[in-house]
């Protein structure tokens, strides 16, 4: 009986998440740092991962703008998705502008079309989340429309604080990696709270009932689906989502339809 249960649910959460056309803006290419037991994840099996999760597209990083450096890791996420589908994106890894540079990162004037947001790792790169330093950037990225990504663990609250209110129109996605976000909720929650533009990725978003929480407090849009996908297997943060109790068009607009609106707004 027990047994029948399972797989009758099993099956009606995959029916379920196969209609909810999950979009993942927290994919990774390359080797994980930091997670020794996760299986790298390359772009010739990309495609082939995402389908067989119901992932139907998204987002991708690259390891090597983190670990290495901006300009290596957005040249590797751009080459590992030549070819991989027209609903694959990438996210850049930014630093502050030196003022004889026309863009994120050192390099010719322009950005790629398949760029369509940028992350930074203040603690990680050393450089601090102020005006000084990267309001130049939060400009740039304003004129073209493009989404910030940051882990909660790269960042000040009080410093994103100031940037949201300083850049309004800015939008602001607070990443819930490496680790849970589970003891930062007041920190986040009265973010949310007084900056519009901030959003919250799901993946690590493990408290029971934050989903909802934040769906209901703050309203569903203010909520991005992400996987940290090779790291985290995405059914984890899907469940999130599938196991909430708000409306059908809610979940929509948390498992995709957010994510997708935000990088559609994206200038080239």
């Given amino acids: 009986m027990q047994e029948e249960w399972i797989r009758k649910t099993t099956e009606e959460k995959a029916e379920l998440a196969k209609k909810l056309r999950f979009y993942d803006c927290n ?17 010739t099996s990309l495609k082939e ?38 609903d694959l994106f990438a996210t850049w890894t930014a630093l502050p502008l030196f003022p004889p540079e026309t863009g994120p990162v050192p390099g010719p004037p322009g950005i790629p079309k398949e760029v369509r947001a940028v992350r930074i790792f203040p603690k990680s790169h050393h450089f601090p989340m102020t005006d000084w330093c990267i309001g130049s950037l939060c400009e740039w990225l304003i004129e073209r429309h493009m989404p910030l990504f940051i882990w909660h663990t790269e960042l000040d609250w009080p410093a994103v604080y ?21 003891y930062h909720t007041r920190s986040v929650f009265l973010l949310m709270r007084d900056c519009p533009n901030t959003l ?14 934040v769906a209901q407090e703050f309203g569903p849009e203010r909520l991005i689906f992400g996987s940290f996908l090779p790291v985290n297997d995405p059914l984890v943060a899907m469940g999130m989502i599938l196991d909430a109790e708000i409306p059908q068009d809610q979940k929509e607009m948390i498992a995709g339809g957010n994510l997708r609106r935000l990088i559609s707004e994206v200038r080239i």
């Fill in 27 to 43: 994919v990774w290419l390359g080797r994980p740092e930091g997670f020794p037991l996760a299986e790298e994840l390359c772009p």
């Fill in 162 to 182: 100031e940037i949201a209110k300083k850049f309004p129109e800015l939008a602001i996605v607070i990443e819930t990696q490496v680790q849970k976000i589970l």
């Fill in 200 to 213: 919250l990725e799901t993946s690590n978003l493990a408290g029971p009932g934050f989903v909802d929480y």
């Fill in 49 to 86: 991962v995402l389908d067989k999760r119901d992932v139907t597209g998204g987002l991708v990083s690259h390891w090597r703008g983190k670990t290495i450096s901006a300009q290596d890791g957005n040249e590797s996420v751009l080459q590992g998705l030549k070819g991989r589908g027209e």
